[in-house]
Every structure is written in C-alpha cells, then in structure tokens.
C-alpha cells in the first residue's frame, strides 16, 4: 500500500513539479511573490519523481535505499526543523535570505519528519519479516 501511494506521488512529481512548487510556497512561504525559484528546481523536482516512481516499481534496493533515506531525513526534519529553512532556502531560491517563512512552518516540518521516521520504521519491519 505505502509503495502504491509513494508511486503515484512519484508520478504526479514527475508530471507536475510547478504545481507541486506552487502547492509548498502556499503553505510554507509568507512571500512567495518576491522569491524566484531557482531555474532548474522544477527539473530538479522532476528527476526525484522518477527515482520515486522507479523505486515504487521495483520494491528492492532501489526502495529500500529511498526508505533509509526518508527516514534519515524524517530524522532530521524531526530533530532539527530549523535546518530545513536553511537547506530548502538555498535549495529552492535564487536569494534565500528573502524569503520569510510562513510562522507555523516549524511545527508542520516536525510533523512531516515524524511521518517519514515512521513509515521508514513500518517498511523496515516489513522488509525483516520478509
């Protein structure tokens, strides 16, 4: 089920990654009209669909190296929310230093990080039983 779900998220990246920019500067960016997302971002956002979608598909290495990952990551996020502004800022945008994050951002970081520890922890157990 979770492969499923991670496999059509992976597809609507691939497709639609200006969208998927759009949705996280309506949650996460107070001024998204004063940001200008860096040009190869979407492209950017694109390739991670596919490595998605392909890892989705296979439900091997691939998947299980993304799960560890996510989870690392969920981990970080969890821990360390602040550090996600720093990194998505200069990831995302020509000039970081302008963007003003959306004051809730902090709490909804953390909880997506406790989401990706969890569903790395619940593939882990998974793949023992296997």
């Known amino acids: 089920m979770l492969r499923q ?7 609507l990246t691939a497709l639609i990654p200006d ?10 960016v107070e ?3 004063e940001n200008t ?8 956002i694109r390739v991670e669909g596919v490595v998605i ?10 998947y299980a190296w993304l799960m560890n990952v996510t989870g690392i990551f969920g981990a970080v996020l ?21 963007v003003e994050w ?7 970081v953390r909880v997506i990080g406790a989401v990706y520890v969890l569903l790395a922890l619940l593939d882990r ?3 023992n039983r296997a």
């Open 5 to 11: 779900f991670l496999g059509a998220l992976g597809v």
């Open 19 to 28: 969208w998927i920019v759009d949705v996280f500067e309506a949650i996460a």
């Open 31 to 33: 001024n998204p009209e």
């Open 37 to 44: 997302v860096h040009s190869w971002f979407s492209p950017l």
């Open 53 to 62: 979608t392909l890892a989705a598909l296979r439900d091997g290495r691939l």
């Open 78 to 98: 969890l821990f360390v929310p602040r550090l996600y502004e720093q990194i998505a800022g200069a990831l995302v945008y020509e000039n970081p230093e302008s």
């Open 102 to 108: 959306n004051e809730h951002l902090t709490d909804g």
């Open 125 to 127: 157990r998974r793949r």
